[in-house]
């Protein structure tokens, strides 16, 4: 929310740049003192003036652009014939008189040649700065405001089931399906919101969440799980609250849970427990007894590896020594 408020910050900042801009284009130009200005709508026509004739009609000389100021020296004659010509609309000849002359001004309406189709051009060129901004509040509120609202509305119905389903998203994560159910959690398959590898999210039941000796366990899993890191030992990579659900992220293993396997040889056997035994020698080091090895909660995976996972119920080397002394 924090990374939406300072991005709305920059749009009105970036929006208040452009209507400084919009105010500085459209702000009255000051005018030359007895300077001949031709206003035309829109405005940016070429002004033509109609010189000497030859055999293919007149030669033209540009001698600028509406509104001015004009090159014409009212003195030296009595009238001027002129003709404006703009992209998408029909030539006008105009006529300035000897009055118009000492006025100073002549507005001229130019008339296009297809509806519409000129004029819209025109005024997305005066408007730019504003059009600009328009598009920009317009994308902010698509791809920015809609899926954060359509976020939260997500997150108000999962407190109101109290229970993920496919779709949800947590914290940037994307449920896609329920792995499995145990006594006082559920395992789910997400992925990453933004792309990336699937993975293993374990969330609190919505009915444990709210009692402070499961939310005391998880956490105490959290926080055994996270010092660890070894090859045999599946990785927890991610743990938070979002809408009322405790959760954490694992690694996800694709392989079959040990107690699965169908008659594997032993040499096979004898290698996957000494690569169990490797990680909880490892685990021991680090002060940690796993307290429920068993055939679930080894999965054999793709590459032939046997990976220990679940540590709901690890406990300290320093607590497990004091619990077993004291009884």
């Known amino acids: 929310m924090e990374k939406l408020y300072r991005q709305a910050r920059w749009l009105a900042l970036l929006g208040s740049v452009l209507f400084v801009g919009q105010l500085w284009l459209s702000w009255p130009r000051p005018r030359t003192p007895g300077a001949i200005y031709l206003q035309s709508c829109p405005e940016g026509a070429r002004v033509d003036f109609p010189s000497a004739g030859s055999l293919h009609g007149f030669h033209r000389k540009t001698i600028g652009h509406t509104p001015g100021p004009l090159p014409i020296d009212p003195k030296e004659r009595a009238n001027f014939t002129l003709v404006l010509s703009l992209w998408g609309y029909h030539e006008e000849v105009v006529h300035l008189s000897s009055e118009e002359l000492i006025r100073g001004e002549r507005s001229v309406e130019l008339r296009p040649r297809w509806p519409i189709l000129p004029s819209l051009c025109y005024a997305v060129r005066d408007y730019a700065p504003l059009l600009l901004f328009l598009l920009l509040a317009i994308a902010f509120g698509v791809f920015k405001v809609r899926p954060l609202r359509l976020r939260e509305r997500r997150l108000r119905e999962l407190l109101e089931q109290k229970e993920l389903q496919p779709g949800a ?149 320093s607590e497990v020594g004091e619990s077993s002394g004291n009884s």
């Open 169 to 317: 998203e947590l914290l940037g994560y994307r449920v896609e399906a329920e792995l499995g159910r145990g006594g006082m959690s559920r395992v789910y398959r997400v992925r990453r919101v933004h792309g990336g590898e699937q993975l293993a999210m374990k969330v609190l039941r919505s009915d444990w969440a709210a009692d402070p000796i499961a939310r005391r366990r998880f956490q105490g899993e959290v926080d055994i799980w996270r010092k660890l890191s070894h090859p045999h030992i599946v990785h927890l990579l991610d743990w938070g609250e979002s809408a009322g659900f405790v959760w954490l992220i694992t690694e996800l293993v694709v392989g079959t849970p040990s107690e699965e396997l169908a008659h594997p040889s032993f040499e096979q056997l004898e290698v996957w427990a000494e690569q169990l035994a490797s990680a909880l020698d490892y685990a021991h080091g680090q002060g940690v007894v796993h307290r429920d090895l068993k055939p679930a909660n080894v999965i054999i995976d793709s590459r032939k590896r046997a990976r220990l996972l679940d540590f709901g119920v690890a406990g300290r080397l």
